[in-house]
Each structure stands twice: as C-alpha cells, then as structure tokens.
C-alpha cells in the first residue's frame, strides 16, 4: 500500500563502526516471541447468528461489533463497490432511529462508532462505557431487523460514497495504483479485480431498487457473527443476546456466499504502463498471484513479506533505500477466503526508477535462488508476533483480530493457528513459496506515471467476467415511526467499578524525572523520551533541522551502524523512531517486555550519541525533499502546510515542521550534531513509560538507560512567544491543476494549553466539529454530501494554536464548504451553548481521552503531551473534571471570542479553474498562487520575485 505522504528516515547505513552483526550473529539472536491465547467463548443462535464473548474486567468499555460475511467480493455485476455503499446505508436509519441517531447514541455517552469494509466482510462497531452494552445491542438488532433503506438514505450516502473516492482515491497521487491499477492486474476472473470502493460511473448507475435487493439477499443473522468484548458478565451477555437477536429470523430467500471460481494460472507475463495525473514519482513493480488465507502457504508467504519490508533491516531497504536507489519500497502478500495477491515495488526519483527496478527484480530472484538466513527469519517472526502483542492489547484490538480471523476462515480460532504456523516456518519454505509464487513467468510488471487519468493504460486483457444478479427486492420500504411511536432505546445498567492506574513518578540519580503506569497485563511496553524544543527552535533557513535531528538518530552510533541498530531493534520484535513537534522532540520505544532491558539499553545509546553520518545524511535529506514534493501534490496536506505559515508567519511557530525544498538541502550532518548536544539534554528531558509493566521495574530500566548521563554544555534556547502575533484575515487559493478534490480549511487563533480559555474552547470546539455529531459533520456530509467528513479542532501547544474546521470535496463545491465553515463559525459564537449539549460534549471528549488511555502508547502520548507543555502527569486523570468545571456561560464566550468568522483565515487548495469565481464571490479579495510558485517560508507564500508582481496586480483590484 502505497502512503500519501512518505516519511523521511526511513532506512540509512552509518558510518563504518564495529561490525556487531559479524562478531556476535547467534550470540545475540533473543529467543523467539509468544503472544497470549486469545480467551473466548463462542456459541450460535438457531437462526444462525455465531456469537463471540471476550470478557475482560480490568477495562471500563465495551466493544460491540458485527461481522456480516459480506465484502466486495459480492457486489453485483456493474455495482462495483456496492458492498462498501451499503455499508454506509444500513448505519443510518432504522424503523425507531431517525437518520444517523447512531451518532448520538455513541458519542453523548463517551463511546465511539465506525463502520467498515473490505474484500470477505462489512462490520459495524462501537466501544462505549460497559453500562451500555445493552443499548448497544439494541441498535444492531435494529440495524440488522428494520433497518430503512429509503430514497434519503440511498441519494444521501452515494453522494458521501463519491466523495470519499475523491478523496481517497482520486486527490492523492498513488490513490488510483493502489485501488484501480493493482487489483486490475492481480487478478482476471475473480471479483476480487474490481475496486471495493467501485467507481463513480457505477455508483451513479445504481438504484435505490439495487440497495433493497442487495439487503435482502445478503443481511440477515445467518450472515453475521456478534462479538462483544469488555467488561460484562457472561450470564448476563447470553440472556441480552437472546432477547435481542433470537427471535430475528434468517434471510427468507438466501443466497449462497460462496465464490465458486478460482484464479488459473498465469503461464506468460506482460507490463501494463498505467498514468494518472500529479504523480511526482514513478514507481515500478509486479502483481503475482496468491493464495488464500487458510492455504498451507499463506504463512510462509507472510514470512516472506516481513523479510521483503518489515523494517529497516529488510532486505529490500537495504537494497533500494539504503543505498538511495528508491525513495520507498513496498511489498503485500493479500490473503482472502477464495484468493489472494502478491505485489513488491519501488517509487524513485525519474532518473533512478530504471536502476531501481533492476535492483527490484534482482532481490526477488535472489529470495528464488538463495536461502534466507536463520537470523532473518528469526527477525521477520518477531516482528509479526510483536505486531500481534501490540493489537491484542486491548479487548476491542482482541475482537478485532477474531472478527478478521472468523470473516477470513471461518474460525475465529484462526487467529491463534496462524500465529503458531508462522512460528513453523523454515528457511526451506520460505525458499519454496518465493520460487513458485514469485514466479518471473506468472507477473505482471507495473509502471505508474504522471499523465492523463487513462484506465485504458492499465487494462487487464483478460475481458472482465460477468458477476452475479440479485434478485429483486420484495419486502415493503420500511419507515421510521412516528416520534411518538418509536420504541425508546434502553438506557444503561449497572458501571463496574474499575481502578484507575497509579501514576508513579519518581527521578534518576541526575534528576531526570520518570513518569511511570501499569495500563494494562499484556507483555509489552512504551518508554517515551522527551526533550523541549521542536520545531520552533529550527532557524528558518534550516526547517525541518529539528525533526530530521530526530528522525535520523537511530542511523548510527560511535558504536553500531545502522544497518545493525535496525537489525538488533527487529530482532527483538521492538519499534523505535524520534519525530519533532512544535514544542519538543519525542523519541519512542515499542517493545515486548521480555526484550525491553535489551532495547532500552540500544535506545539510550541512541538518543545520547547520534553521530549522523554525513553521507547517509545526504541520501536521506533527499529522501525527505521528495516526501515532500508528493505531500505537496496532494491536496490537504498542501493546505496543511500553508496554513501554518499563513496563520504564524515570521514567528518560530511558522517555520515548517517538516522543513521545505530549500531548507532541507542547507542541513548537514554538523547541524545535525549540533542540534542533538543543544537540544537533546540530560537537564531537560523527561520519560514515560507504561504498558503491561510494573512501575518499579519500569523506572529502575529508565535508571539503566539514562541515570548516568550527564553534559557539560548548557542546553540550547527555548523561544517563550512562538505564536507571535495575530496576522491580518487573509483568503488563500493554491491552484493545482488537475487535482482530483479541493481541500477546504477555515482557522483562527486559539488560546495556548496552559490558558484558562483552553477547556473552555475545547468544549464549544466539540460542538462544531467534534466528530460525527459536530456540526459541521452534520451540515457537510449528513445534510449536503458534500464531503465524507468535516471536522474542527486545536492543537495542544505551549503558545497560541490554531482552531482549523477541514473538509475535501469536489473541486465545484469549494466554494459552498467555506460558506458553511463561516456560517457555523457565527452561529457557534452567537447563539448560546446550553448545559444539556454541553454535558453530551463531556462525555464524547472524555470518553475518547480515557480510551487512549488504556492502551501504552495512549498513554505516553497524552502525558508526554502534557510534560512537553509543561503541565503535570495527573493533569492525565482530571480531563473529564476540568471539563465539568466549564459552564454553558464560559463555553459560550470562548466561542463568541474566539471563532469569529470575521477573523477567520481561508485556505483552499484544489483545481481553481473549477471554483475561483465562487470564492471571490464569497470573500472579495483572493490571493491566488499556483503551487508551482509557493514559496512556505515566507509570510506572502510566494518566491520574492512573484511576491512583488503579486502585489502590484492587487493593488488594482
């Protein structure tokens, strides 16, 4: 899959060092990773309904999902993505829930809601406070028994359907490789070939006659499997789930699930040379043929993919990205219940894509030729199992794991076999797999450039097959009831008592100071380590110093390389990375408790000595520049990049994060060196660490790792006032020709963390874009489709931030979502907040924050946040008081104060040709600059020669 955005730092050798993977190979290798048994009990309804129950007391949640064994697998011929539509559909209105009631049920009582689809299922989930668990098996007994399919639901959701393609698929560059190209070509008979998200053509084609149909064949409780995972008491569980869901019978007419074609063999290859438009880079690669999930080799081909691309040390990082061949690399093994499909490519600037396509091919015939080592595959098993520690931390990630597994297989055991048959794989069946699957002879070759958006370029010339017919619906349009009519949800029982964690704070012996929590049993951990600073100390001329200084920390030691810190981390099934922030540097590490001692140990080697060797510098400072020429060929973090300077100009605050062009190419490794002895300082960091670890030993670890370290040099400055002052109202158009969606933002300032307006603009915040029952959610996507979501929020920072409401739609209704964006901004600050809203407010913002909290990398993200603000780790545990503290009263004059659409900044990032005039229209005065132009360290946003021009042409206007 490829990212938007690429990441800069990702895979760069060090300077020669003591070669330890020579010296101590076996030695060194840690024993292999287990991961707890999932505990569950299963049982099945006579209307056919499987039912899972995951209990879990030490949670306050609960988490309620259904799996429909429905995916886009089953779309019907010239419905592609019909499935996912519906998925959208049977969310939003039942006979006794009026349109998107789901929303509220969720979000006013802390919880949170989604929906999702893919190739074998569609689920439907929300996790919520545990005393719920009943109203929340109300809502999908009715979404699943009287749901209404009707003319506003289906007109509504295509519209949300369409631009959510745009936005996923047609606004960023490598959207339509990943969703139109690969599929085409990986597969010639299956339905798997079409996109699950279809096409613009087809969901325009379709009929609200088709949605009825397509309920009526597929939903039904003999497709679904109920899995409730949290804190309940079983008993209890059974006689609600007979209550809601025995007497719902199965599907009167059904038809079969079952996929009866197979893929044939490929025996001959070919190359498709597909174009799209605003691609910055080429990629090359291939599509092979898989398997299915439960074949014997899906897990020696999972293997196969770690070994590819899991982490720095896989083979094809050091091959391409190492050695500065590809900017990024990507391989997929897909597994489905019927088929599956292998992909491996490269991205690389135009002059190295042929080089890099050579390599390409060579690694993969040398994974046919050779045996992987032993340590390889060792590292690829524990990456896998360290994946799985890390989602079975919590009862939702558990329920998760056996949904996917059941939909998948069949079994929700499945998750837990196929852990243990990846624990028996052998280099000989890694050699297997990769000989017969990776098979020359049976590939597709892949290009992908810029160019005109041409789906005749990449056609399969296989003709597409013909999919299945449903048929017709019979049943009546079911309506929702009368207000007075509709039966009532039921409201909550009992709360368990459940115990917060104690945080533990305590100090080395050099005084660093140590946050510390148990959050949870499961083995494995977050250390986080914090350093004051960020971006706002970067000198202009050298943005992006502070994150690059952190982002290639772990690219070499006086001791180790690299190649061998990558090496060391994966084999210990551990995860470390720095990024920078607007107020701080952040270095984390993700590992099993049974390594942490080792991984600790290599991270504080680390973050105290980086040595930034200057010829891997070099090769990823270029590999940062062209990240960032993708993010700039897509709309909505163009606009994010804008705004920044246009909201903070001169001051610290506006210096790009992630640096520009320019900037990046000034920095080199003394500025590197130089960064780290200033700002990565003993006498200002912090740690945290949490997880399914012991407070004592989590501190007495941070005492190893850093206790002895001390400095003779002062650390560097910290600027106080990084905001600077308010800038004038400005109207920003950054034309970008061929863009597939417009990206829309309004902002305007917001007080820092620490001010006493910061929760009391939080809470009016949340009621105009706080999630999907924010208003601008409501007024956007539910009432206009104009978006597939629209939101508002404010970053925590240590000096005045930005409230930013958001949204991407079509190019034409640029115009139209600014215009509500300032609509809602005067209504929030006009009409007066009462308590009943507010109160529900609480409880959704609260809710979200404890939910972060449960998990370990939650939790040090929310007090590394509040350290780096300079605020105190209990601050962690009174959010919901603070809240309560805000009346209607100051919420409302934090509103009134501070979203003023007359203040308010305008940035839209899109094909201007398609909606210019609208927004002149709606604001006057409009500053228009091609993104060939910009210029983002500058206030004017333009290069100083088109600045000046710039001027005089508007002194006229």
């Known amino acids: 899959m490829i990212r938007t955005t690429m990441l800069a730092g990702a895979a760069l050798a060090a300077l020669a060092a003591p070669a330890l993977a020579q010296q101590e190979p076996a030695a060194r290798m840690p024993p292999a990773l287990t991961a707890p048994a999932i505990e569950y009990e299963m049982w099945t309804l006579e209307n056919g309904l499987r039912v899972i129950a995951i209990p879990d007391e030490t949670t306050s949640t609960v988490t309620t999902s259904l799996w429909y064994d429905i995916g886009s697998k089953l779309d019907p011929e010239g419905r592609s993505g019909f499935a996912h539509l519906f998925e959208h559909i049977l969310s939003r ?270 690694e993969l015939e040398k994974l046919r030729s050779e045996p992987v080592t032993a340590a390889e595959l060792a590292e690829a098993k524990n990456e896998i199992i360290a994946s799985t520690l890390r989602r079975r931390e919590t009862a939702r990630g558990r329920a998760f794991e056996l949904g996917e597994a059941l939909v998948s297989s069949g079994d929700p055991g499945f998750a837990d076999k196929r852990l243990a048959a990846i624990g028996a794989v052998t280099e000989a069946d890694v050699l297997r797999v990769a000989r017969e699957y990776l098979d020359p002879q049976s590939r597709v070759t892949v290009t992908y450039t810029s160019g005109e958006a041409d789906p005749s370029s990449y056609a399969n010339p296989v003709p597409m097959p013909t999919f299945r017919t449903l048929p017709p619906a019979t049943g009546e349009i079911r309506q929702v009831r009368p207000e007075d009519e509709r039966m009532a949800p039921p409201g909550p029982g009992p709360a368990p008592e459940v115990a917060k964690p104690e945080i533990v704070e305590a100090e080395l012996s050099n005084g660093i100071p140590v946050v510390a929590v148990q959050t949870g049993e499961v083995p494995i951990a977050t250390i986080s380590m914090l350093f004051p600073g960020g971006s706002k100390t970067d000198p202009r001329d050298l943005a992006g110093l502070a994150q690059l200084a952190a982002s290639l920390a772990d690219k070499g030691t006086a001791s180790y390389t690299a190649e061998e810190i990558a090496a060391r981390f994966e084999s210990l099934g551990a995860a470390f990375g720095g990024g920078a922030g607007s107020d701080g540097t952040s270095f984390s590490l993700t590992a099993p408790v049974a390594n942490l001692d080792a991984a600790g140990a290599l991270a504080a080697q680390i973050v105290k000595g980086a040595s930034y060797p200057a010829e891997k510098v070099a090769r990823e400072r270029d590999r940062a520049i062209e990240g960032l020429r993708v993010a700039m060929k897509e709309p909505g973090s163009l606009a994010g990049y804008v705004l920044r300077t246009a909201m903070y100009g001169d001051a610290p605050y506006g210096t790009q994060p992630d640096g520009t062009e320019q900037s990046l190419a000034r920095i080199d490794r003394a500025a590197l060196i130089g960064y780290r002895e200033a700002y990565f300082h003993p006498d200002r960091m912090k740690i945290v660490v949490s997880g399914g670890i012991a407070p004592e030993r989590a501190v007495a670890l941070a005492e190893e790792m850093f206790g002895d370290w001390s400095q003779s040099t002062d650390p560097g400055a910290v600027p106080e006032e990084a905001a600077g002052s308010e800038p004038g109202v400005r109207t920003i158009v950054i034309d970008l020709p061929g863009a597939g969606q417009a990206a829309v933002l309004a902002a305007v300032r917001a007080p820092a963390r620490i001010d006493p307006d910061y929760f009391p603009l939080e809470l009016a915040n949340s009621v105009l874009g706080g999630g999907s029952s924010g208003r601008l959610f409501e007024e956007v996507r539910t009432k206009r489709s104009l978006s597939y979501g629209a939101y508002s929020g404010f970053a925590d920072r240590a000096d005045d931030s930005i409230l930013t409401a958001s949204a991407q739609t079509k190019n034409e209704s640029a115009a139209d979502v600014a215009q509500i964006f300032l609509d809602e901004f005067e209504r929030l600050g006009s009409e007066p ?112 020669a088109e600045a000046g021009e710039a001027e005089k042409a508007e002194v006229g206007d």
């Open 93 to 362: 209105k039942t006979e006794n829930m009026p349109y998107n009631m789901i929303y509220s049920l969720t979000a006013d009582i802390g919880g949170t809601r989604n929906a999702s689809n893919w190739i074998d299922r569609t689920n439907y989930y929300e996790q919520v406070p545990a005393a719920y668990l009943e109203t929340m098996l109300w809502t999908h007994r009715e979404r699943m028994a009287k749901v209404v399919v009707d003319e506003e639901v289906f007109e509504t959701e295509r519209g949300v359907v369409k631009e959510e393609l745009r936005q996923r698929v047609l606004a960023p560059p490598y959207g339509r490789l990943q969703r139109f190209v690969l599929p085409e070509n990986a597969y010639d008979v299956m339905p798997h070939r079409r996109p699950g998200i279809g096409s613009i053509e087809d969901l325009d084609s379709a009929t609200l006659d088709d949605a009825r149909a397509f309920y009526e064949a597929y939903y039904g409780p003999d497709t679904a499997a109920l899995i409730v995972a949290g804190n309940f008491e079983l008993a209890g569980l059974k006689a609600l789930v007979d209550e809601y869901f025995a007497d719902i019978p199965p599907r009167a007419n059904p038809v079969l699930l079952a996929i009866e074609a197979r893929e044939p063999e490929r025996t001959s290859p070919r190359t498709v040379a597909a174009t799209a438009p605003n691609v910055p880079l080429p990629v090359y690669g291939g599509v092979w043929k898989g398997v299915p999930v439960t074949h014997p080799d899906a897990a020696a081909l999972e293997v196969l993919e770690a070994i590819l691309v899991s982490g720095d040390n896989s083979r094809l990082d050091k091959a391409l990205v190492n050695t500065g061949e590809a900017v990024q690399v990507v391989a997929t093994v897909q597994s489905f219940r019927e088929a599956g499909a292998l992909g491996a490519y490269a991205i690389a600037r135009p002059d190295r894509i042929e080089q890099a396509g050579v390599t390409l091919d060579a």
């Open 833 to 944: 907040l009462d308590e009943d809203l507010l109160q529900k407010r609480r409880l959704y913002l609260s809710g979200s924050y404890a939910r972060a909290l449960e998990t370990s990398g939650g939790f040090n993200a929310i007090v590394a946040t509040l350290l780096q603000q300079g605020l105190p780790p209990e601050e962690a545990n009174a959010y919901a008081e603070r809240l309560a503290g805000v009346d209607p009263g100051a919420a409302s004059l934090a509103a009134k104060t501070y979203v003023d659409p007359d203040r308010a900044t305008i940035v839209i990032v899109g094909d201007a040709a398609q909606f210019l005039e609208d927004v002149r229209e709606l604001r006057g005065a409009v500053e228009v600059i091609p993104a060939s132009e910009l210029d983002l360290s500058s206030p004017s946003l333009r290069r100083a």
